[in-house]
Nanobody
Framework: QLVASGGGLVQAGGSLRLSCVAS????????MSWFRQAPGKEREFVAA????????YYADSVKGRFTISRDNAKNTVYLQMNDLKPGDTAIYSC???????????????????WGQGTQVTVSS
């Protein structure tokens, strides 16, 4: 099970840190990612991190503003979001796939487990 938290309402230019905690299994050999879905839009890739944390990947729209990280000892993945914009408003979900590859996994279909999502709302 993956449980995402940390969402909320923030003004444009503000910051939030999302957390995704795994229970019932270890994230050590899992690639992790964050996706988001805004009302009326398809789910889109935000950021991904490989199992070791050595490589990270970002959507162009968030590059330079968001940072994905992981603490395998705490079985947790984070998404630090800075300089938030109204266009970042969406439900953010974390996802996991058992993989020790180093390449990016950018499609929702690449992932096996999903968290429930946490709402992020950015006001202008």
């Amino acid at each position: 099970q993956l449980v995402a938290s940390g969402g909320g309402l923030v003004q444009a230019g503000g910051s939030l840190r999302l957390s995704c905690v795994a229970s019932g299994f270890s994230l050590n050999n899992y690639a992790m990612s964050w996706f988001r879905q805004a009302p009326g839009k398809e789910r889109e890739f935000v950021a991904a991190i490989i199992w070791s944390g050595r490589y990270t990947y970002y959507a162009d729209s968030v590059k330079g503003r968001f940072t994905i990280s992981r603490d395998n000892a705490k079985n947790t993945v984070y998404l630090q979001m800075n300089d938030l914009k109204p266009g970042d408003t969406a439900i953010y979900s974390c996802a996991a796939r058992r993989s020790t590859d180093t390449g990016p996994l950018l499609s929702p279909d690449d992932y096996d487990f999903w968290g429930q999502g946490t709402q992020v709302t950015v006001s202008s």
